[in-house]
């Protein structure tokens, strides 16, 4: 949406253009930053300054066939006059339909966005009823098929897997997309401070008595003000914008997707900003649409599991889940144990390869434990089982097929709890079933030895 000179001299001089200053509202820069090749654009005169149409209404309609950044081209009037570059996020569209009379223009829908600059639609009824309207007027044949959303409940996902698929923000915890619908998310508790600031304030839990989620608004320092983000969520019942929930529970790991939510109430608080400074926030009181309960103590086996859950649907040979356990022992050995601290990327991919190997040493070991060799027993949608390390992952941070074992729930125990001389004929056991590896020897075994 903008002035009629704008329109004109984009129209006059092919190809036809639009454009976003780098100053520009956050809005208008962020709407730009999702757009992408072949979405549609609606064109809409400011009637204020139209000097063409005494009406309010869509006088055109085209496809984005090209996205750039170009910070030397004088193409607009204004940037020729003053001989500088104002506007540098570009794009390029063919128009599909462009009216120019009263009499042919779309008819504006009430509810539709309604400012300057790059808007998105995000209300779907609205869509609908737009394109329905540009398709009987204009015989045109556009169409819109509300996307799937990409993440299973209860299913655990890396954030910028997460960013990729639903093309939102990699910033912030309320991020809107252009879909139509609000993502949040709730990262782990951490108390770090790097230059003087903590990296994470907003300690968003759930009410055990209600299972209400206690969410905190947007913004770090001072006073959160009602906009964008926060004004979003306040309002999307009333925007009918579905809200979609992931947590997460350890610092640097994946996020768990919890269905969507709805705003029960939102109240104000007292909280600590980033600098540890006293502000007035808002807080979100969140209900799931879905019965599950969010239980934080069980989420590291809930992840396993699903990861487990999700490889056995690939339906993968021995020899090759072989192959991929042995590319991926040899990258882990490479890599080494964890040595005292690291950098946080460090750790989650750590994390990320310990979870790797285990759901594979679960599919290549998957009919009985290595030790008793009593068959697993079947789940709903699997069968259970469990990953033991030989020497401890707090002792060794070792995640090699040879510290290893796909055992029972029994046999994990005893490893864990059972006197020596029992781990030691357990261990002795294991090995004679798998003469082939050469596992790491525990503790135990080598008081034995010595």
């Known amino acids: 949406?903008?002035?009629?000179?704008?329109?004109?001299?984009?129209?006059?001089?092919?190809?036809?253009?639009?454009?976003?200053?780098?100053?520009?509202?956050?809005?208008?820069?962020?709407?730009?930053?999702?757009?992408?090749?072949?979405?549609?654009?609606?064109?809409?005169?400011?009637?204020?300054?139209?000097?063409?149409?005494?009406?309010?209404?869509?006088?055109?309609?085209?496809?984005?066939?090209?996205?750039?950044?170009?910070?030397?081209?004088?193409?607009?009037?204004?940037?020729?006059?003053?001989?500088?570059?104002?506007?540098?996020h570009r794009f390029e569209m063919e128009p599909l339909m462009i009216v120019d009379s009263d009499k042919d223009l779309l008819p504006w829908i009430n509810g539709l966005p309604f400012t300057k600059g790059l808007n998105h639609i995000v209300q779907t009824n609205l869509l609908k009823s737009l394109i329905a309207s540009c398709n009987k007027k204009w015989k045109l044949n556009l169409t819109y098929t509300p996307p799937e959303f990409p993440f299973e409940i209860n299913g655990f996902y890396d954030k910028e897997e997460i960013r990729k698929k639903l093309k939102i923000s990699p910033y912030g915890g309320i991020r809107i997309s252009k879909a139509g619908f609000i993502g949040l998310f709730s990262n782990a508790v951490e108390t770090r401070k790097i230059n003087d600031k903590f990296q994470?304030?907003?300690?968003?839990?759930?009410?055990?008595?209600?299972?209400?989620i206690h969410y905190t608004g947007q913004g770090q320092e001072d006073d959160q003000q009602l906009t964008v983000g926060n004004l979003a969520l306040y309002n999307a019942k009333k925007d009918l914008k579905p809200i979609h929930y992931f947590r997460q529970y350890e610092v640097g790991g994946n996020h768990e997707y919890l269905g969507t939510v709805k705003v029960v109430k939102t109240t104000n608080e007292i909280q600590n900003d980033s600098k540890g400074n006293e502000r007035n926030v808002f807080v979100f009181w969140l209900k799931l649409t879905s019965i599950q309960k969010i239980i934080d103590e069980s989420s590291s086996q809930r992840e396993e599991d699903f990861e487990f859950i999700s490889a056995r649907k690939q339906n993968k040979t021995s020899e090759e889940i072989d192959a991929e356990i042995h590319e991926l022992n040899e990258q882990i050995t490479k890599l080494g144990p964890k040595k005292g601290k690291t950098a946080q990327r460090k750790e989650k991919f750590e994390k990320k390869r310990n979870l790797k190997m285990v759901t594979k040493m679960k599919l290549r070991f998957k009919e009985k434990c290595q030790v008793c060799e009593i068959p697993h027993f079947e789940t709903e949608n699997s069968y259970y089982c469990e990953v033991h390390h030989l020497i401890p992952w707090s002792i060794s941070h070792d995640d090699t097929i040879e510290n290893l074992v796909v055992v029972c729930p029994t046999c994990h125990k005893k490893f864990d709890q059972a006197k020596d001389e029992i781990k030691i004929s357990m261990f002795e056991l294991l090995c004679k079933n798998y003469p082939k590896i050469h596992f790491k020897s525990p503790s135990y075994i080598i008081q034995k030895k010595e």
Do not use: C
């Not at 009629?4 to 036809?16: A, I, Q, R, V, Y």
């Not at 994470?200 to 209400?212: A, E, F, Q, R, S």
């Open 1 to 88: 949406m903008g002035p009629w000179s704008s329109w004109s001299h984009s129209l006059e001089n092919e190809p036809l253009q639009w454009r976003i200053r780098d100053d520009s509202q956050n809005s208008n820069l962020s709407i730009y930053n999702l757009l992408e090749v072949d979405d549609i654009v609606f064109f809409k005169v400011s009637l204020k300054h139209s000097k063409k149409f005494s009406k309010n209404g869509i006088f055109g309609v085209g496809k984005v066939k090209r996205k750039f950044h170009d910070s030397k081209s004088r193409f607009w009037p204004d940037e020729k006059a003053e001989n500088k570059v104002q506007y540098p």
């Open 200 to 212: 994470n304030i907003y300690h968003d839990y759930v009410d055990p008595k209600t299972n209400l």
